[in-house]
Antibody, heavy 121, light 108 residues
Framework: EVQLLESGGGLVQPGGSLRLSCAAS????????MSWVRQAPGKGLEWVSA????????FYADSVKGRFTISRDTSKNTLFLQMNSLRADDTAVYYC??????????????WGQGTMVTVSS | SYELTQPPSVSVSPGQTASIPCSGD??????VCWYHQKPGQSPVLVIY???KRPSGIPERFSGSNSGNTATLTISGTQAMDEADYFC???????????FGGGTKLAVL
């Protein structure tokens, strides 16, 4: 069974940093692109970042470019999102998603349960 | 930046057909995905590449995409289909995924 388990969320002050993790199981991790998507309380979905199956290609939303870094560790079957210079408008539930193919243009087939990030003083 | 527009809400009677539109400039030139999300749950993929259904998604869900509008159609809508529905497309010009604002489907 494919499973994605996010962790690392919490309360952080503006300007602070957090590192989210997404532990993957039940599939060949390196064969699939992965993404992070966030959802602010009561709002819609916002794509944040994606990484190809090989890890060689990454893309970011303009709203996080230069502040967030996506990475993956194939040996640990884990996806990461390093978030720096956090702002109040980064407050959201962060989901990791397994895409249906190794390339970044593929759909988001499986989603994790999400981890809450709250940026507040 | 590329934008996808959805109506905030759509209502349908049980057993009837619900249509949820998603509009964007030359959207028919892109592949569209659809997700539903029930309260307190994670999103679920229901349609990809405009009209394909993942395994486990009921046949009553279908999709189309032409011109500037993609449409998710739910035939024989059931109470369990009440959810928020989001369309999504890949904007190759910016290498960004874009989501529509979401449509709340009410089965009344």
């Amino acid at each position: 069974e494919v499973q994605l388990l996010e962790s690392g969320g919490g309360l952080v002050q503006p300007g602070g940093s957090l590192r989210l993790s997404c532990a993957a199981s039940g599939f060949t991790f390196s064969s699939y692109a992965m993404s992070w998507v966030r959802q602010a309380p009561g709002k819609g979905l916002e794509w944040v970042s994606a990484v190809s199956g090989s890890g060689g290609t990454t893309f970011y939303a303009d709203s996080v470019k230069g502040r967030f870094t996506i990475s993956r560790d194939t040996s640990k079957n884990t996806l990461f999102l390093q978030m720096n210079s956090l702002r109040a408008d980064d407050t959201a539930v962060y989901y990791c998603a397994k895409q249906t193919r190794g390339y970044l243009e593929s759909a988001f087939g499986i989603w994790g349960q999400g981890t809450m990030v709250t940026v507040s003083s | 930046s590329y934008e996808l527009t959805q109506p905030p809400s759509v209502s349908v009677s049980p057993g009837q057909t619900a249509s949820i539109p998603c509009s964007g400039d030359k959207l028919g030139d892109k592949y569209v995905c659809w997700y539903h999300q029930k309260p307190g749950q994670s999103p679920v993929l229901v349609i990809y590449q405009d009209s394909k259904r993942p395994s486990g998604i009921p046949e009553r869900f279908s999709g189309s995409n032409s011109g500037n509008t993609a449409t998710l159609t739910i035939s024989g809508t059931q109470a369990m289909d009440e959810a928020d529905y989001f369309c999504q497309a890949w904007d190759s010009s910016t290498a960004n995924w874009v989501f529509g604002g979401g449509t709340k489907l009410a089965v009344l």
